[in-house]
């Protein structure tokens, strides 16, 4: 059933993709309007006259204690929007709310019965593929289905009971964060893969936005090559950051040249004064590891050559502050030990999903647990390094080490009703 409904949610957005195409002028902000929803009052379903409603899903009946997830969509142009939610019913909720492309913004909200109510407040960064004129980012055709590229701020409610009584939309001016990289950072649509992209929202209050430009598959020269850098430049301001995280897929670049030591770099600093034109502050983070075990079954070979050393390096000469995610992502592999650590990854037996006849078994592509867990991992790196983005952590924020990660037994996540059982590009 959930298979079936991703194939019918797939022509609509790639209809709304067309849409898109025919736009002339790029948006802004400051010409977006605010919005305010009352969801216990009946809402249409989305449609392109009222530009607003709920998407993907049938509706939930106002009447009732939602028993399932549903997306509300509204269409909006480019920007940065602060998102107010009301929590609440009068049968009491658990809520998680995902934004887009399954950004992690608030989980486990409880409201009891009748007048408990609790309002998250969290901005989300829309984009759509357009840069000027009739210059655009070449995506990929499977991005198509993306909610990241369209035109509407999608809001996914989730959780075993989610109580929504209200959404607010507003423009945002507050620094953005920029997140260049592959599969290992990109928003993943479908369960069951996840990022530490999509979930490192989860830490960051409502004072910036994390706009994810990165990608399955993708290396530093392709990142660059389908215009994904150009779009960020587009709105690029001081204040801003630009994370950069890439080597699962340069590594396996054989072109003349190519290698850690020339093309990579090359590319790396070609990031570095893009970004410092703009007075934006560019971040480095070394590519996570692969559960690769030597023939010890304890220790992590080192599948990754050497692309780390090589970004260390342009790094220290170029005094551009580095997270270094492989040491850490190796730490944690090694903690959860052989077994466990299948627990982080898409390793599932055959039939735990819809039309999934074979077991799944992904030793880079992290599953939402072991994407949480790598999220804390950078926001610890950037509390060490003394960002001035750590002054963004929400509250509830606890420090991380990796060599204490969290028990996967008892992390509770809420699936999203669409999954996708083909491996994301690259390995």
Same mark, same amino acid.
Request: charged share 25%; glycine share 6%.
């Given at each position: ?7 019918m949610?797939?022509?609509s ?9 025919v ?16 969801l ?5 379903v ?5 530009g ?8 939930p ?139 490192? @929202?989860?830490?960051?209050?409502? #004072? =910036?936005a994390? !706009?994810?430009? $990165?990608?399955?598959?993708?290396? /530093?020269? +392709? %990142? ?8 960020i ?46 007075g ?36 220290s ?11 850490m992502?190796? @730490?944690?592999?090694?903690?959860? #030990? =052989?077994?466990? !650590?299948?627990? $982080?990854?898409?390793?599932?037996? /055959?039939? +735990? %999903? ?74």
């Open positions: 059933m959930r298979r079936r409904m991703k194939k949610t797939a022509k957005f790639r209809s709304v993709v067309a849409i898109v195409a736009s002339l002028l790029p948006f802004h902000t400051s010409q977006a309007q605010t919005f305010d929803f009352d216990t009052k009946p809402q249409p989305y449609n392109e006259q009222d607003y409603g709920y998407d993907l899903l049938p509706a009946d106002v009447r009732k204690p939602a028993a399932r997830p549903f997306y509300f969509s509204v269409r909006v142009p480019d920007g940065n929007y602060r998102v107010r939610i009301g929590l609440g019913g009068v049968k009491g909720g658990n809520t998680t709310v995902r934004a887009e492309g399954r950004r992690l913004m608030a989980e486990h909200v409880l409201t009891a019965k009748k007048k408990d109510t609790q309002t998250v407040e969290f901005v989300v960064n829309k984009r759509s593929t357009l840069i000027e004129g009739d210059r655009r980012v070449k995506i990929k055709e499977r991005e198509k289905d993306y909610l990241a590229w369209d035109d509407k701020l999608t809001l996914e409610f989730n959780g075993p009971q989610p109580a929504v009584s209200s959404i607010h939309i507003e423009p945002a001016d507050v620094p953005t964060v920029y997140l260049c990289g592959n599969s290992t950072v990109v928003d993943q649509n479908y369960e069951p893969w996840a990022s530490w992209g999509q979930m490192i @929202t989860r830490w960051l209050g409502p #004072g =910036v994390v !706009s994810n430009h $990165a990608e399955s598959g993708l290396t /530093a020269r +392709t %990142f660059i090559g389908s215009f994904r850098l150009d779009k430049l587009q709105t690029l301001r001081k204040g801003d950051y630009v994370m950069v995280e890439f080597g699962h897929n340069d590594e396996k670049e054989h072109q003349p040249g190519d290698g850690a030591w020339y093309h990579y770099q090359y590319q790396l600093k070609i990031f570095i004064d893009k970004v410092r034109a703009k934006a502050q560019i971040v480095f983070i070394t590519p996570t590891q692969r559960r690769a075990f030597d023939d010890n079954q304890k220790t992590l070979k080192n599948t990754h050559g050497d692309f780390p050393a090589a970004m260390k390096e342009v790094a000469r170029e005094h551009v502050p580095l997270i270094d995610l492989n040491a992502t190796k @730490t944690f592999f090694e903690t959860l #030990g =052989v077994e466990d !650590s299948k627990r $982080a990854l898409v390793h599932y037996p /055959a039939n +735990t %999903f819809p039309n999934q006849p074979k077991a799944l078994a992904d030793n880079t592509h992290f599953n939402p647990y072991g994407a949480y867990e790598v999220a804390k991992c950078v926001v610890m790196g950037i509390k060490q390094l003394g960002l001035p983005l750590a002054q963004h952590l929400r509250p509830d924020w606890q420090d991380f080490d990796p060599a204490r990660p969290d028990d996967w037994h008892t992390f509770e996540w809420a699936p999203s009703p669409m999954t996708e059982n083909m491996k994301p590009d690259g390995n």
